[in-house]
């Protein structure tokens, strides 16, 4: 692969003995948490036939999403604060970075996949078993899986060209585009222009398409004239546009830029929040936030 350096050595976060175990403890409860309770919406949705539907079946996409996101993440970062895992090798680095960035995009444009079905389901409520069939709904979800890991194929290519030739320490908990551009010893603008050309693509588009979706939800809500009708409406798209603003928010911070930010302590606490937080928020805001998940819920409890 042309490089020198053959592993890298995660920092992770710093801090003595005991703040670390208490972030392990934190992160271990939170991987807990969210693949128990992306777990369990599937099997939720799996068991209830009321659910069967292409919003619950992408739905269901996204907490299998969260799930592999998190094993991808977690655990390593776990191994790194207790000293334990400190070190990765080099063509390891570049397929976590390649995995969690494919997750990513993936989770983008099931994201607009999603706003687009709530708008079919809101703006052409009579039509919308037609137009948004299982076989679409198959078809968008495979095409969303397919999409988030070819735009991402290019940039991890390049990024494997890089030459590192020390130092090998990494100031974070995983590999991210950022930490190894900060170490790389050769040019490093084809990789910064092919990730700011690769995140206007994926992150801007999907949320263009998502924030279009939304502006005919809205136009459509407000002109029903049922008060009832308008509550039902909103209460469907409330937990999604929940995940979307959180989600965007944090990965256009960190990935729609022209060049590489030097504040990678930064980049570490909006990382956590985007790889570790999201995942647990996204079970309990579509739950809680979402009549049918909890009717399907207390049925399953009652039997």
């Excluded at 909103?234 to 022209?258: D, E, N, Q, R």
Aim: glycine residues 4%.
């Amino acid at each position: 692969n042309g490089t020198s350096v053959e592993e890298f050595i995660l920092l992770g976060f710093p801090g003595t003995w005991q703040s670390r175990v208490s972030l392990v403890v934190v992160f271990a409860l939170m991987y807990t948490l969210t693949v128990v309770g992306n777990v369990s919406i599937i099997a939720l949705v799996w068991r209830s036939s009321n659910l069967h539907t292409p919003m619950y079946f992408f739905l269901c996409n996204l907490s299998f999403l969260e799930i592999c996101y998190t094993m991808g993440i977690v655990p390593k970062a776990i191994g790194v604060m207790l000293g334990t895992s400190q070190t990765i090798s080099f063509r390891v680095c570049i397929l976590q970075l390649f995995f969690l960035l494919s997750l990513g995009s993936t989770e983008c444009f099931l994201l607009a996949v999603m706003a687009y079905d709530r708008y079919l389901a809101i703006c052409y409520p009579l039509r919308y078993s037609s137009l948004m069939s299982s076989v679409l709904s198959v078809r968008l979800a495979l095409s969303s899986w397919l999409g988030g890991f070819l735009s991402i194929s290019l940039l991890a290519f390049l990024t494997s060209r890089l030459t590192f030739c020390g130092p090998d320490v990494i100031n974070h908990f995983l590999c991210d585009i950022d930490s190894c551009l900060a170490l790389s010893c050769s040019d490093t603008w084809p990789v910064e222009l092919a990730t700011f050309l690769v995140s206007i693509i994926v992150v801007v588009a999907s949320c263009v398409v998502t924030l279009v979706s939304y502006m005919y939800i809205i136009s459509s809500i407000l002109r029903m004239q049922s008060v009832h009708g308008r509550k039902k409406a909103f209460s469907t798209c409330s937990a999604h546009l929940s995940v979307v603003t959180i989600w965007y928010g944090s990965t256009m911070f960190l990935y729609v830029k022209p060049s590489a930010q030097n504040s990678l302590d930064l980049h570490k606490i909006v990382n956590t929040f985007n790889t570790v937080v999201t995942p647990l928020l996204n079970p309990f805001i579509y739950t809680l936030r979402n009549k049918e998940v909890k009717l399907a819920l207390v049925r399953a409890f009652q039997k």
